[in-house]
């Protein structure tokens, strides 16, 4: 019976991800290299992932990059909801208190940045470390240029199976063959036998949650940011 209720969940889930991802015309073709979470193949490796904790909730507050460059403003709402800290008045929904990308904005994070910079210049690495740490949370910055293909893997599976804790992708989208330069999403499970991690994609007028090659993630993050000599990489954040 479990076996089964859990089924029906992972279908229920996978079926709210699709409504919401679509099946837009104006959706740009994966390459061949990424897996459509949605895709017959995509729905098995999910089903059979070894290592998901991470996508229940994640799964839950999935959003959409309000702005072209809000990915880690999406990707951080995400995070926060998922984590269940305390979140600011949200007057669009009622009583209800959730993270929106514009209360993310308090008055912390507007001494680091404002919502006119992110749309101008988005959010790189260490910022987005900084803008984090502004609410009662832990986050750790490691550039890929730190760290190693064995190191990252081994930390990004410990993260996505725990329950409080998450992890932010920043790499380059060309890297995985997608339009466009860098980006930034949060990681939802790991199958073992495929080596690929599941990317929760905030850009989804333009992709869907993708399975990608623990590798070709890896040398995605280790490319230099376009305006500097420092790295991507990613910021694990837990409470």
Not at 61 to 90: E, F, H, K, R
Request: with cysteine; glycine share 4%.
């Amino acid at each position: 019976m479990k076996k089964i209720f859990w089924f029906i969940t992972v279908i229920f889930l996978l079926s709210l991800v699709a409504h919401a991802v679509g099946d837009s015309l104006t959706e740009l073709p994966l390459p061949s290299n990424l897996i459509s979470l949605t895709s017959k193949e995509g729905r098995a490796l999910l089903l059979h992932s070894e290592y998901n904790e991470n996508y229940w909730n994640l799964a839950r507050w999935y959003t959409t990059q309000d702005d072209p460059n809000y990915c880690t403003i999406a990707s951080s709402v995400m995070v926060l909801n998922a984590l269940g800290i305390p979140a600011p008045d949200s007057p669009e929904y009622g009583d209800f208190n959730i993270f929106t990308q514009q209360n993310f904005f308090t008055p912390d994070v507007l001494a680091i940045t404002s919502p006119d910079d992110v749309s101008a210049n988005g959010v790189k690495l260490d910022k987005l470390g900084d803008i984090l740490r502004t609410y009662p949370i832990k986050v750790t910055t490691i550039h890929a240029s730190d760290s190693s293909l064995e190191d990252f893997r081994k930390k990004a599976i410990e993260t996505i199976k725990a329950t409080n804790r998450y992890i932010i992708v920043s790499y380059l989208r060309s890297s995985l063959g997608q339009k466009s330069l860098g980006h930034a999403s949060p990681l939802a499970a790991y199958n073992v036998s495929s080596d690929r991690f599941l990317i929760m994609d905030v850009g989804r007028y333009k992709y869907p949650p993708v399975w990608v090659k623990t590798k070709d993630l890896w040398n995605a993050m280790n490319t230099y940011y376009e305006d500097s000599d420092v790295t991507r990489g990613f910021n694990i954040i837990s409470k």
